[in-house]
């Protein structure tokens, strides 16, 4: 038979030993008795009876029946009633109470056996199913914990508060293994504030407490259970050694990561708590708390994984907006998944307009095709890696640039080809700038040609200007010898323009060829349209027409090589405009009196210009480039047919002549230049002083060339102005004609060539003013590449003549420097030495 503990509750002595004896006589334990309701209840809180014999009349406040009530209410312990009455009103109340029993007084022992064990058989099965029931709460709850609570922290102290608090469990704990110490320590605790557990001694029997058990289960790894005798601890935490008890605790491992790590530690006041059932739900809650730890383990991994995703997917947004390339990327479909900013300023489309698109929504069909086409070629290579594809890219302004597209395929998280990424090279600058240096390769190669073709321009120059010289000269000592208005005098004249004429072809050439600086001086502008127009005639093809109205008769101050370039350039533009179809090139040059040039051009000063227009017919320039016309190297001509240099050129000789030049486009009709340059004031003065007579003089003049019939038409014009001129063919011969006549009949002026065998004119200025230093000199040339005027100062020589020269040219510039050095000079400035 089951130790049965029984506690007696009655006011009669006599009946109280009787029962205890014959208890003691069926196998039943006797742990007290009592004769009030008071003590009762004290004892039955004291001795944890396995069940109660209660009288039902007791003396005092309270009879047996409230005695019941409290003692199944804290204790939850069994009550049988003993009564001698059987009054209806007195079961009635006792029925509120829930007995397990009644035995009416007077019993037998077999009616006291039978009614003890049924009530202690239904107490057992009513408290192991409230405990399952429990259990199966706590374990519910627990799942529900596991489920909801996202941390360790959390969700351990949550367990213990379970199973105390829904679980009539006295003590929970959760120990935890430090694998790097091997310490075991405490990571939840909680008891139960009413049953004052003495946790340090929880198996008394066995000397350990609830950290040992835990130690054991976690060392052994399979629950441990502990059931022992020990001390109930009082109100205030003494031990109350006179109340043994029996209380049973057990622990049962905790896994994580496939490792014990843990243990969930349990004490309850029951020795036989632990039975095969309950150890089978609370494995069950071990297991499940071991997964939820696993699985917050997991969680946190996982959001430190998507946290480091997330930042290295802003990272690698961030690096992927701050690359000055555009950049995209699509999936293995084509769509598109992404760009850059840089992407977004260069197409002029916003992000979230880009995404989900494919080429044919972004891309015209003509390029889209060719794109959608390399993508599949990239994804469907049996070993894809990278592609690079030229194209050309569309921006929102309708302006197309030639890219090229470096792209490469990225893979998912299984390996496979997740899509494409693309950078976008612009290769729009990079190619202007590959043409505009292959333009300037083939300038610098013209430049050299032209550098060769001015070195030869320059030996013929020098040659042919001697030659021009001795025309120029014999025909106006001609001239004077001959009656004004005679055939004779006026074919002579016509020689004399047709050497003038050949003397300006020469200077153009050295000017083209950049081996003339420009020199400016007053210039009849009507007579350099005229020479430029036709010039260009013979260049245009039979289908455009030159009209011309050429009214002015102004003079400006330019340089006509220059002026001339202008009006070419002007007139080949148009010409080029028109060679596809034809038409008509108006050319005009008309006056532009003070006042009316500010109503054609905002720019110009006040003054008198003459305005060249050059017009055309072929439809006009397009309005989104007219404002770069006159940019340098700027063309709207294919490659090869145009340097973009031609309208730049004459806009800047135009700005260094102080004019200024406009275009007046009529789109679909046509274009016309218009030039406007400021006309000289003093120009009816400067034709006066060149009709004045030519001034004269009695000085003596040595000339100096190796061109000896230069040298003599020198010397004729010379004497015909009244001077004493003596000619020499070298340096060498001159210098030594120069000491011979030093001492006596020194020589006024030297008039020398530059370019001349054995000693050349410098060589020779530098010896004449080592004998001489104040000995005015003129230098002349028909070639002056090697010399500037400032050069020729610093030499000490006085002026540069230019060949082939006029009588009047060569009568000034000598009698300018005589007069400057008058002191020197033997005769000074007689006005009848000069008339």
Known sequence: MQDIRVLIVEDEGIVATDIQERLSALGYRPVGWADDAARAIAMAEAQRPDIVLMDIRLPGPRDGIHAAEEIARRFQIPVVFLTAYSEEATLERAKLAQPFGYILKPFNDRELKSTLEIAFYKHRTEREIRRLNRLLDVLGQVNQATLRLQSREELLPAICSLVVERGAVELAWISWLDQETSQITTAAYLENPSAHVDAAHLCAGGGSNYTDISARAIREGKPVVCKATGSRVGQVGEIMEDSPFQHSCAAFPLKFQGQVR????????????????????????????????????????????????????????????????????????????????????????????????????IWPPDLAEKYQQSDRELLASP????????????????????????????????????????????????????????????????????????????????????????ITGNTEIALWKTEQGSEEACSMQLVLNAAKRAADLVQQILTFSHQHEPEKKPV???????????????????????KQNVASKAVVMADGTQLHQVILNLCS???????????????????????????????????????????????????????????????????????????????????????????????????TFRVLLPVMDSFSQLEAEIKAPLPRGRERILIVDDEPELAIVAEKMLENLGYEAHSQKSGIDALEIFRLHLPKKPFDLVLTDLTMPHLTGLDLTRKLLSLQPDLPIILFTGFNEKITEEEAKRLGIQRLLLKPFTIQALAVTIRQVLDENMPQTRFGNHPEIRS
């Not at 243990?263 to 809650?285: P, Q, W």
């Not at 009507?526 to 030159?546: G, K």
Request: one cysteine or more.
């Open 524 to 546: 009849k502008v009507a007579h350099v349209v005229q020479e430029a127009l036709t010039m260009i005639r013979a260049s245009l093809p039979s289908t455009i027409e030159i």
């Open 383 to 470: 070993n894809p890696s990278s592609q690079i594809l030229p194209g050309v890219v569309e921006t929102s302004g309708g302006v197309r640039h030639d890219v090229l597209f470096h792209k490469a395929v990225f893979r998912n998280a299984k390996g496979s080809i997740g899509g494409i990424i693309s950078i976008v090279e612009d290769l729009t600058e990079r190619n202007r700038a590959e043409q505009e240096r292959a333009l300037v390769e083939a300038q610098l190669r013209q430049a050299q040609k032209m550098e060769a073709l001015g070195n030869l321009a320059g030996g013929i120059a020098h040659d042919f200007n001697n030659i021009l010289s001795i």
């Open 262 to 361: 843990g243990a969930l530690g349990l004490c309850v006041i029951e020795s036989d708590f632990f039975r095969k059932r309950e150890l089978s739900l609370l494995k069950e809650m071990a297991s499940d708390i071991s997964y939820a730890l696993d699985r917050i383990d997991a969680d946190m991994a996982r959001e430190r994984l998507t946290e480091q995703l997330k930042q290295q997917s802003l990272f690698l947004r961030a690096l992927i907006d701050a690359m000055p390339y555009p950049v995209f990327y699509k999936d293995g479909q084509c769509q598109y998944l992404g760009c850059n900013k840089a992407l977004e300023r260069f197409l002029g489309i916003r992000r979230e307009d880009f995404i989900g698109k494919t080429v044919h929504e």
């Open 573 to 671: 533009n148009a010409a080029q405009a028109m060679q596809d179809q034809g038409g008509i090139l108006d050319v005009g040059l008309v006056d532009v009196l003070d006042g009316q040039a500010s109503r054609i051009n905002a720019d110009p000063a006040v003054g008198d210009y003459v305005q060249l227009t050059v017009g055309d017919k072929a439809g006009g320039i397009d309005p989104q480039i007219i404002d770069r016309i006159f940019d340098p190297f700027f063309t709207t001509k294919t490659q090869g047919n145009g340097t973009g240099l031609g309208l730049a050129v004459a806009h800047g000789i135009v700005k260094s002549h102080g004019g200024t030049i406009e275009v007046d486009n009529r789109p679909g009709v046509g274009a």
